[in-house]
């Protein structure tokens, strides 16, 4: 079964996608199978695994918005990319249409883990690439993770925005084991 594991932050340019790519290779090395999910609407990962971001016709904002739509989800071959023995599911500016629908929904929080379960009998390792704030999305990535990776530089506002994620962090993992 595999281990969810959110990488994320409160500032950019801290090496969260960075991160989250040279992870997933370097798994893939151990013998690994592993998923990436670009859960950021910047797209910094897609545009390393495709020359143009326009030509992405699924992305994982089209899965959420289905789930919350409750429609049927696509044949995963149509929207998961394979690169060098690295699966992923790539992202679009789809997602901050996301974010702002998220905020109106019951359950919101659980909506990505739902899409993700399926997935977990078929890979080792999950990783999810997040935005740099602590928005719908990140809470959502959250609370569908094993584990949290967060990237942060020594840098005093980078400190204070460390504080608070792991704040975040704390209050969700409360909130899911009295569920």
Do not use: H
Not at 13 to 25: D, R
Not at 85 to 110: H, P, Q, T
Not at 140 to 156: K, Y
Request: net charge negative; proline share 3%; aromatic share 6%.
């Amino acid at each position: 079964m595999a281990k969810i594991i959110v990488l994320g932050a409160m500032k950019g340019g801290v090496g969260k996608s960075v991160s989250t790519y040279n992870l997933a290779y370097s798994l893939n090395k151990l013998g690994k199978k592993v998923l990436v999910v670009d859960f950021d609407s910047s797209a910094n990962i897609t545009r390393c695994v495709v020359e143009d971001i326009k030509t992405v016709e699924i992305s994982i904002g089209d899965l959420m918005m289905n789930q919350m739509d409750e429609e049927e989800q696509p044949n995963p071959a149509e929207y998961i990319i394979n690169r060098n023995g690295v699966d992923f599911i790539l992202s679009s500016k789809v997602l901050s249409a996301v974010d702002a629908k998220l905020r109106l929904e019951m359950g919101a929080e659980k909506i990505l883990a739902c899409i993700l379960e399926p997935f977990r009998e078929e890979y080792d390792y999950i990783l999810i690439d997040t935005c740099p704030s602590l928005n719908t999305l990140t809470i959502n990535a959250l609370s569908a993770a094993d584990e949290v990776i967060i990237a942060a530089n020594p840098q005093f506002w980078a400190m204070v925005g460390l504080e608070d994620f792991l704040l975040t962090v704390k209050k969700l993992r409360t909130v899911s084991i009295l569920n």
